[in-house]
């Protein structure tokens, strides 16, 4: 049952009980009146049945907030369930990348970061963005495409750099 479902439940419940309690209280007042309570030994039946009616509000409350929570604030268990996957699987990424990381050289690491940081970059702006040459960011592109971390797409007259779909 779906957290929306059990709220609705809580509330109607909550709903019915109330009506039956303040048909108890009623009557327990009207008996009060009859008896000319605090000063007859039946009244201790009806103080015993008004103490009860004041545990039944705070139970009746709590349903109600329960109830109010539930349809209105609560997240589902899918909803949870698939946040707990997308954070575990960026977690993961986030670990193989650093994997990766530690197996590269300094430039290689340079451009792998920048190029995370802004997938789709074109070669002339990564060129400009790590300070390096045309002939040393093609070298280190190079290297990077055959170790199977990235892929360059033809972009106009450049070409746009992007990670390879593992990370």
Do not use: P, W
């Not at 009746?60 to 109010?68: A, P, T, V």
């Not at 977690?91 to 792998?112: A, D, I, P, Q, R």
């Not at 040393?136 to 199977?148: A, N, W």
């Amino acid at each position: 049952m779906n957290n929306k479902n059990l709220g609705g439940l809580f509330l109607v419940c909550s709903i019915v009980l109330t009506i039956i309690i303040i048909i108890l209280v009623n009557n327990l007042s009207n008996q009060a009146e009859e008896f000319g309570c605090f000063e007859n030994k039946n009244c201790i039946k009806v103080e015993s049945g008004l103490s009860i009616v004041h545990v039944a509000f705070g139970f009746l409350g709590f349903m109600l907030s329960l109830g109010f929570y539930l349809i209105f604030f609560s997240k589902t268990e899918e909803e949870i369930l698939r946040q707990l996957k997308e954070n575990k699987n960026a977690s993961l990424k986030e670990e193989k990348f650093g994997f990766v990381m530690k197996g590269l050289n300094n430039y290689e690491k340079k451009v792998m970061n920048i190029v995370k940081g802004q997938d789709g970059i074109t070669q002339n702006t990564l060129r400009i963005r790590t300070d390096m040459s045309k002939a040393k960011l093609s070298y280190v592109l190079q290297d990077l495409e055959k170790k199977g971390l990235i892929k360059r797409i033809k972009k106009g007259k450049t070409l746009a750099v992007h990670l390879k779909e593992n990370f």
